[in-house]
């Protein structure tokens, strides 16, 4: 029947809607963690374009800045 169509149609949707919710929401969830090593790390206008950069791709962290250098990296591994 027509009727049985039109729910059959909606609960495939639904289910497609709940599989796209899920899916960000995973993609949410995964977190991730990158090191890096510098042989050297210390000019001021590379930390405050490394920092600038950072923040805009809404990642955290810190940088220990010297020679050698390291910066950890933290946020949503789509960052």
Same mark, same amino acid.
């Given at each position: 029947?027509? *009727?049985? &169509?039109? !729910?059959?149609?909606?609960?495939? *949707? %639904? @289910? @497609?809607? =709940?599989?796209? @919710?899920? =899916?960000?929401?995973?993609? &949410?969830?995964?977190?991730? %963690?990158? /090191?890096? /090593?510098?042989?050297?790390?210390?000019t %001021?206008?590379?930390?405050? !374009?490394? $920092? %600038?950069? =950072?923040? &805009?791709?809404?990642?955290?962290?810190?940088?220990?800045?010297?020679?050698p250098? $390291? !910066?950890?990296?933290?946020?949503?591994?789509?960052?």
């Amino acid at each position: 029947t027509v *009727e049985g &169509e039109a !729910a059959s149609s909606d609960d495939g *949707e %639904r @289910k @497609k809607t =709940a599989k796209k @919710k899920n =899916a960000t929401i995973k993609e &949410e969830l995964l977190h991730m %963690r990158q /090191w890096i /090593w510098f042989i050297g790390f210390y000019t %001021r206008k590379i930390i405050k !374009a490394f $920092v %600038r950069c =950072a923040g &805009e791709k809404g990642l955290t962290g810190f940088l220990m800045p010297g020679k050698p250098g $390291v !910066a950890c990296l933290e946020g949503p591994e789509s960052s």
